[in-house]
């Protein structure tokens, strides 16, 4: 009985499997016709389109010159969040033998070392939203610059984690 149970669960999911795979269409335009109030809507598939809104509206790229800044900001960025991820770790292990000796003689509340915490974490916070919101481009390229820089950054760094 059990058996047919996973039996029965593997074709199941094994033909679901095989009909996203077989039917997945590749678009290499947006298929939104109409301006909306706010104008085109975003499309939701990935395109390579190079005419894209960056951000915000008033990034508009609309020439080669400008995509390849784009996807080069893309780079620096991916690495700059894990090299602050980094820099973050380093600076606050190293510092924990320290803090414990001082609460050992003073008792007071460490203020400066948790304002910059908190200030390196916002920007660390700050810097992984806007590349979660670049990558919701749906650019390729501008996915796999955001890719190749975290890459990057952890194949130079990444033993420092």
Avoid at 15 to 41: E, M, Q, T
Avoid at 44 to 57: A, E, G, R, V, W
Avoid at 95 to 113: A, D, F, G, H, M
């Amino acid at each position: 009985m059990g058996s047919q149970i996973h039996l029965s669960w593997w074709v199941h999911w094994s033909a679901a499997l095989s009909f996203l795979l077989y039917h997945i269409h590749v678009v290499r335009s947006s298929c939104h016709h109409g301006n909306s109030k706010y104008g085109n809507p975003m499309p939701m598939y990935f395109t390579d389109d190079i005419n894209i809104k960056f951000l915000f509206d008033y990034f508009e790229v609309k020439n080669k010159y400008e995509f390849i800044f784009c996807n080069i900001l893309c780079v620096f960025l991916g690495f700059l969040s894990v090299y602050v991820k980094i820099l973050k770790k380093r600076i606050f292990n190293t510092s924990e033998n320290e803090l414990e000796e001082k609460r050992l003689c003073v008792n007071i509340i460490p203020t400066y070392r948790n304002i910059t915490y908190g200030l390196i974490s916002f920007f660390n916070y700050t810097v992984d939203y806007l590349l979660m919101l670049i990558v919701m481009t749906f650019n390729v390229y501008i996915f796999l610059s955001v890719m190749t820089g975290v890459a990057f950054a952890y194949f130079l760094c990444g033993h420092l984690i």
